[in-house]
């Protein structure tokens, strides 16, 4: 079953790191943003959980510095961010595309 939230010890133990760790990383990078319960106990979210990897997987891997993972985490959501805004534009002029083949089709009925 998959949950909800995770706490930070959880997270920490799903990524092998320490919670001090996760805890510099949310001041450095705005993506990653737990709710916090009673205003102490964070909750991270999966999508939290995804962005953490790839924060990990920047610095530990790929060698990024930490400027450097935050500035590819902007430029990788910006591309995300365009492309769900060009399938949009496709979904607009596919719905006209369709309306007018319809209107077509009922000329044809109503002759």
Do not use: C
Not at 13 to 39: C, I, M
Not at 62 to 73: D, N, V
Not at 82 to 94: C, P, T, W, Y
């Amino acid at each position: 079953m998959k949950k909800y939230y995770y706490t930070i010890g959880e997270v920490g133990n799903l990524l092998d790191l320490k919670a001090h760790v996760l805890r510099y990383w949310e001041t450095e990078f705005s993506q990653v943003h737990p709710k916090k319960k009673f205003g102490r106990n964070r909750r991270y979210s999966p999508d939290d959980i995804d962005i953490l990897k790839k924060i990990k997987y920047m610095l530990h891997t790929q060698g990024f510095t930490i400027e450097g993972a935050k500035k590819k985490l902007k430029e990788d959501i910006l591309h995300k961010e365009q492309i769900s805004l060009d399938f949009s534009v496709d979904k607009k002029e596919a719905k006209k595309h369709i309306i007018n083949e319809l209107k077509k089709v009922k000329e044809l009925l109503n002759r």
